[in-house]
């Protein structure tokens, strides 16, 4: 099929590659002339595992067309994605700017006969509707085209393998012809596919990430209680989860959520809910909760450890998780953000998103590894799930510190080994 992919992010350039691998002609579309002259030779400016080399294969068949111009891709497609970013405003609302940019531009451009627009990007019930009036005005005559909502449920790092391997699909839409080519178009991942009604799918993908998000402040306010009667979150953790209505996975205690979707999309529900009549919502509690951890969870760790003013401390990760390059709503940024706002002193590493944190954090100082890190470091805080973590020497670690204190944010590592050779440590509920 001839394809449009609106929007090269972490959702749009995943999806047009493989695309583009299962045999299609995949025009992806960009603003970013910079970016697209160097998407044109393979260099892709996000890291996802695989994303590279799939995307110079398909450039190289010329099955992956990347361009600034939608009066190029636009007319030569039968189905347009669209994959451009939903951020949240100043209220909380999922601000649709982007996507209703997009929609203009892919309206203005269509061709005649008949164009399946679908767009992927979370938004509020009610948007794919909107996005359907707006290419309803600026469609040419003769342009033709139907509406659906199928949501992205990709996970960052494991982009191309969520793609290639999606638990479900979902199709929302009203059209019988949009539903058929979507089928045809998704078949291939062999996954199960459910049609649902446009304000459903809208819903399931808010609902789905709320769910996830709800998972993590959970256990953090079950691990605030550990904290103070003794109980240990893991064993707690695999005590609720061995009940197989609850489950043994997605359980992460720590700094709370973050990344790209969580903090948005829980945003974005609260005020949509709070919009429509339930001001009070659960989601809007999530929100507050998760907003207040960090630095609830900081003050707590600087009353152990005597206080962070003036101390050396070696932050070790600063992605938003394991895995990825983006450093959006990450969790470890906003709490090296609060111990610099105390006065710390910071050195930091991390394996993928020390480009990403050098523009928005220019004031620390940034070491290629986690020894590096430690060297003369009052405190070592783990802020980021990287497996890596997890093998480091910490005998040789403890050498190379000047103080004995570590912080495990994300509870990697085991306190009984630590405690051995000579640190002092804090997890989280543990
Ligand atoms: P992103 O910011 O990485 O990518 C969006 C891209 O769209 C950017 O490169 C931006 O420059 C481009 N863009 C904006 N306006 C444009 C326009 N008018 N024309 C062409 N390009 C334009 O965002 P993302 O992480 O890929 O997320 C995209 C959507 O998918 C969001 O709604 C997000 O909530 C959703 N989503 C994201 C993930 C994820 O893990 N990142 C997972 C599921 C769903």
Redesign the pocket.
Known sequence: MKITV???????LPLAAVLADFGNTVWI????KEKNEALKKGKVH?FEPGLEKLVKKNLAAGRFIPTCDYSQAIPDSDVVFI????PCNSCGEADLN?VL??TK?IGKNLKKGLTVIVS????PPGSTRKIASMIQKFKPKGAQFEIAFC??????GL?IEDTLHPNRIVIGSESSEAIKILKKIHQVFKAPILVTGIESAELI?YAANSFLALRIVYANEIANLCERTGAKIEEVIQGIGMDKRIGLHYWYPGLGYG???FP??VSALAAFAAKIGQSGSLFEKMHQLNTGRIVKLMKKVSQNFGGFSGKTIGALGLACKQGTD?IRESPAIKAVNYLIKEKAKIKAYDPMAMKNSKAVLPQISYKQDAYQVAKNADILMILTDWPKFAKLNYGKIRQEMKGNFIFDSRNLLNKEKLEKIGFVYQGVGR
């Open positions: 609106v929007g090269a992010g972490y959702v749009g579309v960009r603003k970013d996000i994959t451009v970013g939903t982007q940019e997009a531009e992927k990007s979370t938004a949501p992205e449920f990709l996970r960052e982009a993908k990344g790209s979707c948005k999309d983006d």
